[in-house]
């Protein structure tokens, strides 16, 4: 029998695309996914991408994500109603996108968690001094579940390195993500600067890029909502604002600008960089752990809290057609260390490790 997997997802950030990337790597080796989603549900080019993966099975829920959860009850009763589903469905192995959910108890199978953001590490890079009540009562369900997990995994060192710090126990294991590089034909590339990203997110520090732009006098187009979940908003005020846009859009427009930039005071991995190395975009990256860590000597590296080293990094390279097919040939090698067959072959040894194997009907 294939090997079955059950995985967990929402459809507001970069889980979304890693889901679906996973979900066809198990499908080639013969598996096949039961994609949970929690949270808002999916736009109809989300379904429609889902729609083409193959041997996966969506099922779209509605309940509560533990970030945008009102109570601690809510996190409970989505946590044992995904226990529940898990074990209507016996899979094989129970990846959840989101640890808490292993909070409840009652998976039936071997439990991964996958750490791609959470809200301590979040405070810590983003704020300062202790976190509200809000955020505390989130934090301790998300230590609860990663207790709970028989394994976890983060896509970077960096970020593996914070998340024990930030709740102790095991230190997860690293597979990197990675993504499918799009091949569209060659554009002129305008002088502009591009993003994306959920901008509303603060720990995406987009005032910086929008300030930088403007003081270089340089065009800057962000991709993704500008609105959050639970009301939050960011306000541009040079930057033109495209909306959450398809894989497609994005792909076309990382074709187009010559330099893509983010001033993130806060990312685990950052797929939308990966996706402008691979489109050969001239990277200038906010100056923290995890894009070090990703793509030292691939970019140029700027202090996210400081408008004008942005702002200069954008004028020399607009100014210099040389060095910028070099950062960008280097981006695009680089990339290539980050490929969905790497990703996919370090979960499934992963899985394998932590003993996930197709259920036989005898065993059953």
């Known amino acids: 029998m294939p090997l079955r997997v059950m995985m967990t997802a929402d459809a507001v950030g970069g889980v979304w695309t890693y889901a679906l990337d996973l979900a066809r790597g198990i499908a080639a080796a013969g598996g ?47 946590a044992e109603a995904v226990a529940a589903l898990a074990r209507e469905l016996r899979p094989d192995l ?73 709740h102790g126990g095991a230190t997860p294991f690293v597979v990197h993500n990675g993504r499918a590089a799009r091949r569209l034909a060659e554009q002129p590339r305008a002088p502009a600067v591009f993003t994306a990203g959920r901008l509303w997110d603060e720990g995406k520090n987009l005032a910086t890029l929008d300030a930088a732009a403007a003081q270089a006098g340089v065009p800057l187009f962000a991709a993704g909502p500008v609105d959050g979940p639970r009301g939050e908003r960011v306000a541009l005020s040079h930057a033109h604002a495209l909306g959450r846009l398809s894989a497609d859009d994005v792909a076309l427009w990382l074709s187009c600008a010559p330099i893509f930039a983010t001033s993130a005071l806060y990312e685990p991995f950052g ?94």
Not at 336 to 357: K, N, P, Q, S
């Open 32 to 78: 096949e996914t039961a994609l949970v989603v929690l949270g808002p549900a999916p736009s109809p080019d989300q379904l429609r991408d889902a729609a083409a993966v193959p041997a996966l099975r969506l099922i779209v829920t509605g309940l509560a994500l533990d970030w945008t959860a009102e109570s601690p009850a809510e996190v409970q009763a989505a």
């Open 94 to 166: 129970v990846h959840l996108n989101s640890p808490a959910l292993a909070l409840a108890g009652g998976l039936p199978a071997p439990t991964l968690g996958a750490c791609h953001s959470c809200l301590a590490t979040w405070w810590a890079s983003v704020k300062a001094g202790p976190p509200p009540a809000d955020f505390a009562w989130r934090i301790a369900a998300l230590r609860r579940g990663m207790a709970a997990c028989d394994a976890l995994v983060a896509p970077s060192r960096s970020f593996a390195a914070a998340t024990h710090e930030a």
């Open 271 to 364: 797929l939308g960089v990966l996706e402008a190395a691979q489109a050969g975009c001239a990277l200038v990256l906010a100056d923290i752990p995890t894009f070090r860590e990703l793509w030292a000597d691939a970019a140029v590296f700027a202090d996210p809290r400081r408008p004008d080293d942005f702002a200069a990094a954008f004028a020399a390279l607009l100014g210099d057609g040389a060095e910028r097919q070099r950062l960008g040939e280097a981006a695009r090698a680089r990339a290539a260390d980050f490929t969905v067959e790497a990703m996919t072959g370090g979960m499934l040894d992963l899985y394998r490790r932590m003993g996930a194997a197709p259920r036989r009907e005898a065993a059953a």
